[in-house]
Structure formats: C-alpha cells, structure tokens
C-alpha cells in the first residue's frame, strides 16, 4: 500500500488560491487514477476532483467546475488540487486517495483504497 501525504493546506481569503499537494511516500503511486475528496464534520466525505493515470480523464464535482484543477507532476511524483476563486464552502479537510484503477477518474469513494491523513483549507469570508 502506497502511503499518501497531502500538504498545502492553510488559511486562504474568499476569492483567493490554495494549491494542495500529494506525494507518494516510498515509491511512485503511478499507474492509478488519484483523487481529491473533502470533509466538513456532519457530513460524509465528498468527491471534489479525480485525474487518471494518463491525466486525459478528469471529474470534477459540479460545485468546483471553472475554479478547481486537478494534475499530476510525474517528475515530482505528485497530484495538485489548485483551488482558485475559493469559497467559504471550499472549507473542509481534503484527502487525496489512490484508486483502483487505471483509466477511471472515478468521483465515487468506494473506487478507492488508498488514503491521506488529510490537509485543512480554510476559506474565511
């Protein structure tokens, strides 16, 4: 199992950017697709971006389309979630996950098995 660690997480003003990072411990997390879900206490976890493998397919949720970019770094080993024109409902704790496919960029959690500890983004008002 590859272990995921997000970072780039922080405080950001409604309007502004935040661009989180997750990075593969111990070796590449390549050939599977990748996701971003987030999290508000109350509430389940829900999908926000997917990228495939290749990164020719891409999900977004309907509530980041036009503001959020999901991509990979191959050379850095990475998958970015740049988040611009933030909104306080952006607020959440973001989890990348590894999933179980190659091709698939999947917004349903149970198409992953792998998961960060997840990063905070904060979007005040």
């Known amino acids: 199992q590859v272990q995921l660690v997000e970072s780039g997480g922080g405080l950001v003003q409604a309007g502004g950017s935040l661009s989180l990072s997750c990075a593969a411990a111990g070796r590449s997390f390549t050939p599977l697709a990748m996701g971003w879900f987030r999290q508000i206490p109350v509430k389940e976890r829900e999908p926000v971006a997917a990228?495939?493998?290749?990164?020719?397919?891409?999900y977004y949720a309907d509530s980041v389309k036009g503001r959020f970019t999901i991509s990979r770094d191959f050379d850095k080993n990475t998958v970015v979630l740049q988040m611009n024109s933030a909104k306080p409902e952006d607020t959440a704790v973001y989890y990348c996950a590894t999933s179980t496919t190659t091709v698939k960029a999947s917004g349903k959690s149970r198409d992953y098995n792998g998961w960060g500890q997840g990063t905070q983004g904060t979007v005040s008002s």
């Open positions: 990228i495939s493998w290749h990164g020719s397919n891409t």
